[in-house]
Structures are given as structure tokens and as C-alpha cells.
């Protein structure tokens, strides 16, 4: 590798911390590593949420402000601004889960146009994002996903998520901000899909406004890839796919054993990787019309994403290829890969305290089972300190 291990750069990677605020965060990666604590800790804040104890502060002073912006737009315009003048973009995500009403999937498109506006204000924000079950009923997408008849009333419902989809795209269209529409567990993406096929047919006429996402750890997304830019090429739209490892594992292998279907889960973490790769080389290899966000907290893909710009002479800003993490987590990829000039966004998470909790029980569950990854995060602040121990 020529980049002598940019990823170690403690300096760069924390400029933006306190010392008060990497002691806190080597707190809580230090729990996050114990999965018993994890477990506890998750029980806990549940029943005290459901008892209505007040524990917004506490949640707040710590896993919260480490891993969200804010409770709203405006709380986060402070780490907004101070990540961009390092170079690192923001991309506001709301992370508020598991509501099936109407009027929450109409509240969530309205918080998406508010962030879109929000975002055509701020050089900063370049991007907008959300997530599928956040403008439909779950239940809705499973059953166009399995080919079944809705009735007339399901269809008006339907209509409305397109709707939804709709004045987001075309909102961003017209204020040229990227849509990045996340992806679900796999009995509900066929539906999502041929929904977000339609979006970019639509909106990707002359450059890539929609994004859909691709997990990579689905034995079958290369081969999606290939088919769809079969079908872009054919029709004459531009593609663009957030490509991450995934989130459902545990749930796509219970449910596939419980009813009897092949995983749809790549058979090791390795094959993962390869598939991730292979996808990631793909879209390089046919940029004019395929563009792509890199969403990953793995050194080794952002090695050979980089490594095969290079040789490919794609210029570090080129605006057809980013680099993702989520807030809190890898800042020694994210401001790195900015200091050496690269496109760079952080997912940041916001939304009241309690409702964005299901999301960081997600996030520190998330921590504990992959391998390496806390671990990393511990040894990378432990290397900070002492090197401002040793700066003193």
C-alpha cells in the first residue's frame, strides 16, 4: 500500500476532541465491549424509558451526544459546521424507528424535505437520507415484495409511499442534493427496489441525484448491480448505490432457518469482503455511469478504493465517488481520508432522545459483534492520549 497507513494518524483522526471528550469516548467503547453490559444496559434503558423515569440527561451526556448530532436540525448545526472545516461533510439522518402510522410516515417525508432545504442553505450538507419503513408500513413492501394482490385500499397506501418518495427525489433534484435511500431486511428490498429503479429512471436523467443501497453481505447484490446497469445503460439513466457491508444478519439467518429458505447471507465474513470489493472495483470500473458511496468503517476496502482511483486516475474529489461512516465511530478514516482530499461524510444521527434510542441499542449491539471493531476504536484513543501525554 502507498499510503503509509494513513489510518493510524491519531492526530488527524481527533483533532476535533477534548481530552474530556475521548476520555468519554474510551468509556463507552469500553462498555460497548462487554456484551453482557451491553445486554444489561439495553434492559435497563428500555424499562426506564417505558417507566418514564428521567433518564433523557444521563443518555444525553453520554452515548447519545457521541453517537447523534442533536435532538433536531438546528441542535446539530454545531457539529456540522465544526466537522466541515475539516472537510468532513455531514449527512443528517433521522433516526427515529419502528413508527407505522401515516401521519409518522408523512412526518418523516417532511423532516426529509426540511433537511433538504436545511441542506441547500449549507455547502456542508451535501446529501440527504432516509430510510424505506420510515415512509411505508412494513407489511406493505413485504407483500409487493412477495408478488401478492393489494387491495384497493392497500394500493391507495401504496400510492402515498410513492408519493413520498416522489417529492423527496424531486425535491432534491431541484436543490441538486444527493438521495440516498437505505436498505431493508431482504423479504421487503424487492418492493424497495423496483420503487428506487423508478426514482432514478426518473430523476438520474442527467446526472446521479438517487441512490439506492447495496449490502453487500447478500450473496445476490453483485449480480443486482450488473442488472441494473444493464437496464441504465438500456434505458439511459445514471445509477448510484451506497454499497455497505449490512445490518440484519442475525435476523436474515433466524428467519431463513425458521421457514426454510436459503440464506440470503454470503456463507463467511470473508466472502463479505470479497463481494464488498468486487462491487466497489465494479462502479470504478464503469464511473460514467455508476456512482457510488463507499459506506464502511473497514481500512482495508478504503485502502483499495483509493488505491484503485489512483490507477484509474479518478481525482480525489471526484464528485461521483464517496466515502462514508456514521458519527462517533472511525474518526481516524473519516478526517483522514478528508485531510488527504477525498469526498467524506458522516452519518449523523438526530431526533428526541427517547425515539432515537432503538437506534443506539442498534449501534452499541452492532459494536459488540463485529469483531475488532471497538477494540480498534480503544487501542486509537489510547494512542491519542499518550500522544498528548508526550506533546505536554
Keep these: 500500500m502507498k499510503h503509509l497507513n494513513i489510518f493510524d494518524n491519531t492526530e488527524v483522526a481527533f483533532q476535533l476532541k477534548s481530552n474530556k471528550e475521548l476520555d468519554r469516548a474510551y468509556f463507552l467503547f469500553k462498555m460497548i465491549s462487554n456484551e453482557s453490559l451491553v445486554k444489561v444496559g439495553t434492559a435497563l434503558t428500555n424499562f426506564a424509558i417505558k417507566a418514564h423515569l428521567p433518564i433523557n440527561g444521563i443518555i444525553r451526556a453520554t452515548v447519545f451526544d457521541h453517537f447523534c448530532g442533536g435532538i433536531n436540525e438546528d441542535d446539530c448545526l454545531t457539529v456540522i459546521d465544526t466537522m466541515y472545516t475539516k472537510g468532513v461533510s455531514s449527512v443528517l439522518d433521522y433516526s427515529v424507528e419502528g413508527k407505522e402510522s401515516e401521519a409518522h410516515f408523512d412526518g418523516a417525508m417532511e423532516k426529509t424535505l426540511k433537511i433538504i432545504r436545511f441542506s441547500d442553505e449549507r455547502e456542508a450538507m451535501p446529501i440527504a437520507v432516509f430510510k424505506p419503513s420510515g415512509f411505508g408500513r412494513f407489511a406493505l413492501y413485504q407483500?409487493?415484495?412477495?408478488?401478492?394482490?393489494?387491495?384497493?385500499?392497500?394500493?391507495?397506501?401504496?400510492?402515498?409511499?410513492?408519493?413520498?418518495?416522489?417529492?423527496?427525489?424531486?425535491?432534491?433534484?431541484?436543490?441538486?442534493?444527493?438521495?440516498?435511500?437505505?436498505?431493508?431486511?431482504?423479504?421487503i428490498q424487492d418492493a424497495v427496489d423496483a420503487l428506487v429503479t423508478d426514482m432514478m429512471r426518473t430523476y438520474n436523467q442527467s446526472s446521479t441525484i438517487v441512490y439506492n443501497t447495496l449490502q453487500m453481505y447478500r450473496h445476490d447484490r453483485l449480480e443486482f448491480l450488473k442488472k441494473q446497469h444493464e437496464l441504465a445503460k438500456k434505458e439511459g439513466f445514471y445509477i448510484g448505490y451506497k454499497i455497505v457491508r449490512g445490518a440484519y444478519m442475525e435476523k436474515e439467518h433466524e428467519r431463513s432457518i425458521l421457514q426454510g429458505y436459503p440464506t440470503p447471507i454470503c456463507e463467511s465474513k470473508l466472502a463479505t469482503d470479497d463481494n464488498f470489493n468486487a462491487a466497489a472495483q465494479y462502479i470504478l470500473d464503469n464511473l460514467s455511469e455508476i456512482s457510488v458511496f463507499v459506506g464502511t468503517h473497514n481500512e482495508i476496502s478504503s485502502y483499495l478504493v483509493m488505491d484503485l482511483m489512483a490507477q484509474k486516475n479518478i481525482a480525489k474529489n471526484d464528485s461521483r465517488v464517496w466515502f462514508g461512516q456514521l458519527f462517533g465511530m472511525s474518526d481516524n478514516i473519516s478526517f483522514n481520508l478528508a485531510d488527504k482530499g477525498y469526498n467524506v461524510a458522516k452519518y449523523v444521527p438526530f431526533g428526541p432522545v427517547k425515539d432515537v434510542m432503538p437506534y443506539l441499542i442498534r449501534r452499541a449491539e452492532e459494536n459488540t459483534s463485529v469483531a475488532g471493531q471497538t477494540g480498534r476504536e480503544l487501542m486509537l484513543i489510547q494512542k491519542e492520549k499518550a500522544r498528548r501525554k508526550a506533546a505536554k
Design 143 to 187: 407483500k409487493i415484495s412477495e408478488n401478492k394482490p393489494l387491495t384497493e385500499k392497500e394500493q391507495e397506501e401504496w400510492n402515498r409511499v410513492v408519493a413520498r418518495y416522489d417529492a423527496v427525489c424531486k425535491l432534491g433534484k431541484e436543490k441538486n442534493v444527493k438521495i440516498l435511500i437505505d436498505a431493508e431486511e431482504s423479504w
